[in-house]
Nanobody
Framework: QVQLVESGGGLVQAGDSLRLSCAAS????????MGWFRQAPGKERDFVAA????????YFAVSVKGRFTISRDNAKNTVYLQMNSLKLEDTAVYYC????????????????????WGQGTQVTVSS
């Protein structure tokens, strides 16, 4: 079992930056691929970014590529999502998720590949 706790959400203005953190426990962190997803009001939950077990591979949704970065600190059992140049459409609840990948370089983007989820943290971008 893996427990995930997100933090760092809040209210920011368009163009600002924000960094989300997700602390993991319960399983060897370096054995997990990690992902971030988000769900805007009235919409389905969508993939945002993923990072491989070692951090060597990353993958981003088109909507955030070039603005968001994902990183991890395996010594701290934590994954981060750095969000820059935030837009109104980035407003959502952001969820951290953990997957057991088949390969060391896997960066899964499909929700059903992630059995472990955090409770989410709200990010609101205002004009």
């Amino acid at each position: 079992q893996v427990q995930l706790v997100e933090s760092g959400g809040g209210l920011v203005q368009a163009g600002d930056s924000l960094r989300l953190s997700c602390a993991a426990s319960g399983r060897t962190f370096s054995g997990l691929a990690m992902g971030w997803f988000r769900q805007a009001p009235g919409k389905e939950r969508d993939f945002v970014a993923a990072i491989s077990r070692s951090g060597g591979n990353t993958y981003f949704a088109v909507s955030v590529k070039g603005r968001f970065t994902i990183s991890r600190d395996n010594a701290k059992n934590t994954v981060y999502l750095q969000m820059n140049s935030l837009k109104l459409e980035d407003t959502a609840v952001y969820y951290c998720a953990a997957a057991l990948p088949y390969g060391v370089g896997d960066v899964p983007s499909l929700q059903h590949l992630y059995p472990y989820w955090g409770q989410g943290t709200q990010v609101t971008v205002s004009s």
